[in-house]
T-cell receptor, first 114, second 114 residues
Framework: GNSVTQMEGPVTLSEEAFLTINCTYT??????LFWYVQYPGEGLQLLLK?????DKGSNKGFEATYRKETTSFHLEKGSVQVSDSAVYFC?????????????FGDGTTLTVKP | NAGVTQTPKFQVLKTGQSMTLQCAQD?????MSWYRQDPGMGLRLIHY???????DQGEVPNGYNVSRSTTEDFPLRLLSAAPSQTSVYFC?????????????FGPGTRLTVL
């Protein structure tokens, strides 16, 4: 079956530091890959996605590249802000099945200190 | 659009009690899902629906029932609450069958079973 493995947290960084959160996956076929972000007390919201190999998703300064050869989708940001403090989830969906059956990683909690 | 709404936000139950978590969306999405979020375990799929009148089980369906009588509503019923069902519950919807579409999440219901 499908699975997603995320870098264990929590991660604590100083403002303006470089962020990497690792995500690797196991899936049959050609999944779509997502990063969702969950701010305190809220539901998850899409941060970025990539639907095929070598695609780069980007949003709000965050980037992730779909690497089929290493089955990875690592999240990066060059300079984090205090407002980026949240829980980040990597997820995948099979291209041919309902996106509502997504598989999620365990989540990585990021805290950014001023 | 209100998006995906969930009620209540918080609930405390005693073991053996029953209750219904409400979920509604106003985006005319065909697909809706229920997840539970537990510390260190990411999101796990409980039940999902591909349209009115059609539901199916996810990864952890035991102890929960769902129905989908309208496109808008997808309630989750706990038949006889147990402490193991203490969790945060998220409802989500997505607009199309393709695995490349993002999911839209509600704000969550935090349930405690004593």
């Amino acid at each position: 079956g499908n699975s997603v493995t995320q870098m264990e947290g929590p991660v604590t960084l100083s403002e303006e530091a470089f962020l990497t959160i690792n995500c690797t996956y196991t899936a049959t076929g050609y999944p779509s890959l997502f990063w969702y972000v969950q701010y305190p007390g809220e539901g998850l919201q899409l941060l970025l996605k990539a639907t095929k190999a070598d695609d780069k998703g980007s949003n709000k300064g965050f980037e992730a590249t779909y690497r089929k050869e290493t089955t990875s989708f690592h999240l990066e940001k060059g300079s984090v802000q205090v407002s980026d403090s949240a829980v980040y989830f990597c997820a995948l969906s099979d291209a041919n099945t309902n996106a509502g059956k997504s598989t999620f990683g365990d989540g990585t909690t990021l805290t950014v200190k001023p | 659009n209100a998006g995906v709404t969930q009620t209540p936000k918080f609930q405390v139950l005693k073991t053996g009690q029953s209750m219904t978590l409400q979920c509604a969306q106003d985006m005319n999405h065909e697909y809706m899902s229920w997840y539970r979020q537990d510390p260190g375990m990411g999101l796990r799929l409980i039940h999902y629906s591909v349209g009115a009148g059609i539901t199916d089980q996810g990864e952890v369906p035991n102890g929960y029932n769902v129905s989908r009588s309208t496109t808008e509503d997808f309630p989750l019923r706990l038949l006889s609450a147990a402490p193991s069902q203490t969790s945060v519950y998220f409802c989500a919807s997505n607009p199309q069958r393709s695995g490349s579409s993002e999911q839209f999440f509600g704000p969550g219901t935090r349930l405690t079973v004593l």
